[in-house]
């Protein structure tokens, strides 16, 4: 299993962060996972962001929820992120990535998302 | 909210050595933690799952032990390939972080 962050490297503050995972070498509908995004500010630790499972339920950090949302395409093997109102401190690498419950065995290689005008 | 305290905050040990490194948790654990190591540039590597069980291709260097509150990330016989930093994680909380130099 492959995964591959894709989107826009700039936005501007207050404007919606959209990022899509692309998944390959197995279908996204199949099995019990759950897809993740988790990010991670330069030089700092990782923040996991919110996941969505194969049947389209979501989980969300509480300290993003009401700035976050995450939803699944099966027929194109994709999960996107949408991160509104950003600012400066959303500046980071955000990673996708698959896991079996909570633990996240697929990572995407990361893909640095600046807020900056 | 669940708070990670890990420690120490950066290590420094010999080829050869071994590295012990720890993670509390705020609160009792019963499932989901595990431990990764991430290198510059690079996505978090799972490592230890289930607090004690190796993930798929890990060596047998890499042992974890713990439960409860209080968990332990051990790497035998050290090599340079192990500089990197490495989190704790429970559920949907990480750890800051050991950094460990070979």
């Known amino acids: 299993v492959q995964l591959q962050e894709s989107g826009p490297g700039l936005v501007k503050p207050s404007q919606t962060l959209s990022l899509t995972c692309n998944v390959s070498?197995?279908?996204?509908?199949?099995?019990?996972?759950?897809w993740s995004w988790i990010r991670q500010p330069a030089g700092k630790g990782l923040e996991w962001m919110g996941r969505?499972?194969?049947?389209?339920?979501?989980d969300y950090n509480p300290s993003l929820k009401s700035r976050v949302s995450m939803s699944i395409d099966k027929s194109t093997d994709q999960f996107s992120l949408r991160l509104n109102s950003v600012t400066a401190a959303d500046t980071a690498v955000y990673y996708c990535?698959?896991?079996?419950?909570?633990?996240?065995?697929?990572w995407g290689q990361g893909i640095l998302v600046t807020v900056s005008s | 909210e669940v708070v990670m305290t890990q420690s120490p905050a950066t290590l420094s040990v010999s080829p050869g050595e071994r590295a012990t490194l720890s993670c509390r948790v705020s609160?009792?654990?019963?499932?989901?933690f595990a431990w990764y190591q991430q290198k510059p540039g690079q996505a978090p590597r799972l490592l230890i799952y289930g607090a004690s069980t190796r993930a798929s291709g890990i060596p047998d260097r890499f042992s974890g032990s713990g439960s409860g509150t209080e968990f332990t990330l051990t790497i035998s016989s050290l090599q340079s390939e192990d500089s990197a930093v490495y989190y704790c994680?429970?559920?949907?909380?990480f750890g800051p972080g050991t950094r460990l130099e070979i």
């Open positions: 609160q009792s654990v019963s499932n989901g």
């Open positions: 994680q429970q559920e949907g909380t």
């Open positions: 969505i499972s194969t049947s389209g339920s979501t």
């Open positions: 990535a698959r896991a079996v419950l909570w633990r996240w065995s697929y």
């Open positions: 070498g197995g279908s996204i509908g199949s099995g019990s996972y759950y």
